[in-house]
């Protein structure tokens, strides 16, 4: 909710082709947006980029716990090959009746 209240109407903005006239929500929208990606901005060079230990020491953490997830979590998402549901199917001419193709289902 936060991402799609904040970072998509910044993105918007800066991707859509700029107007040549503005609407009257523009001014207030835009000093709204400067505000935020400025907030953004000083939290960054308050938070990580002063504590570049800490930051590295945890993104070095994070990637080691991810692989370890990796390898460790059943990859049971998409089953093994050979475990695909069988499927078959029954070739006739245009004109055959969907009764004619049951019983050529059910002889078989």
Same mark, same amino acid.
């Given at each position: 909710m &936060?991402?799609?209240?904040?970072?998509?109407?910044?993105m =918007?903005?800066?991707?859509?082709? +700029?107007?040549?006239?503005? $609407?009257?929500? #523009?001014?207030?929208?835009?000093?709204?947006f400067?505000?935020? &990606?400025?907030?953004?901005? +000083?939290?960054l060079?308050? $938070?990580?980029?002063?504590?570049?230990?800490?930051?590295?020491? #945890?993104? $070095?953490?994070? +990637?080691?716990e991810? !692989?370890t =997830? #990796?390898?460790?979590?059943?990859?049971?998402? #998409?089953?093994?090959?050979?475990?695909?549901?069988?499927?078959g199917s029954?070739?006739?001419?245009?004109?055959? !009746?969907?009764?004619?193709?049951?019983?050529?289902?059910?002889? +078989?």
């Amino acid at each position: 909710m &936060v991402v799609s209240l904040t970072a998509t109407p910044m993105m =918007c903005a800066h991707l859509l082709k +700029r107007q040549e006239s503005h $609407g009257w929500m #523009f001014g207030p929208s835009e000093r709204a947006f400067t505000w935020v &990606v400025n907030a953004y901005g +000083r939290t960054l060079t308050a $938070g990580a980029e002063s504590r570049r230990r800490h930051t590295s020491h #945890f993104t $070095g953490h994070h +990637r080691i716990e991810t !692989s370890t =997830c #990796f390898i460790h979590v059943p990859q049971g998402i #998409f089953p093994a090959a050979g475990q695909w549901p069988m499927m078959g199917s029954i070739q006739a001419d245009q004109d055959t !009746s969907f009764q004619a193709m049951d019983r050529i289902r059910a002889s +078989r």
